[in-house]
């Protein structure tokens, strides 16, 4: 019986963390859920939980969230922010519509301003549930910033990658970036095909990012551990091979059960996790890249 009960535990505590917008989460399987800080400089923050990371802008203009996670988890994430300043948000960054990065929305949209992409905007009003609170009230086409506590904040849209309404965030000063579920350290990425992603998109989209960048800037991955410039690099090299081979695995013949039972390259077997299996990483390849995908699945 209690053997049963910890693999229940631990099948809800995976759906919590891995499930995106189409799931609905209760909230029960977020009890066990903390959440984490960690200060990366005078006013800047990187809160972890379950879901997407989240960068916190705290100091005399107030405080700035970028996104916020599970609906559920919104209490808690309030309870870690007035531990670093008291006060509700004034403002909410969506990096882009996903339910792991926006459901906390509702409740700080209620009192603070969301921004996000057109895009995010008119897919999250696509659900008729949405509370008028979870909307965006100011969206852009291509870049907005933001002058917060000191720094510039902006706010960039390259074009349809992870999603077709992905942002990421750098602070001018801090040398500090938010890349949204552009990045996902050490994994394979989740690319939406069906919400306007793109998987060449995407690597284009890590790449113009990176030229960016320099050794000390701070990388906050939508997904995983602080991470430096070089590791996004490694993670872009990664979606350079898989691109690369899925193509000439096409140009081959190959079909897609074909390719499966080959398997990804060995320099990639590990990148494979809960949410994107290797096989799931294939199957994304293979959808995108391939002019007969369609007809063959």
Known sequence: MKLRFQKKMIKLSTLALFAFSSCVIADDSMSDVKITSKKLNDNTYMFMGAGGNIGVSAGSDGILIIDDQFAPLADKISASLNEIQAGVPKYIVNTHYHGDHTGGNAHFGATGTILAHHNVLKRLSEDSKTPKSALPVITFAENISIHFNQDTLEV???????????????????????????????????????????????????????????????????????????????????????????????????????????????????WGWQFISAEKWIDTLYQDLSPTADQQN
């Not at 050490?186 to 060449?200: E, N, T």
């Not at 410039?229 to 079909?255: A, P, S, T």
């Open 156 to 270: 960039i849209h390259l074009g349809p990658g992870h999603t077709d309404g992905d942002s990421v965030v750098m602070w001018q000063k801090a040398n500090i970036i938010h890349m949204g579920d552009l990045y996902f350290k050490d994994r394979f990425p989740y690319i939406d095909l069906k919400g306007g992603g793109s998987v060449v998109g995407y690597r284009d989209n890590v790449s113009a990012i990176l030229d960016k960048l320099n050794s000390k800037t701070q990388v906050i991955p939508g997904h995983g551990e602080l991470a430096t410039r070089n590791e996004l690099l490694k993670f872009k090299h990664m979606l350079d091979d898989c691109i690369n081979w899925m193509r000439g695995e096409i140009e081959m013949g190959h079909d897609l059960a074909k390719i499966k039972q080959q398997g990804v390259p060995k320099d990639y077997k590990d």
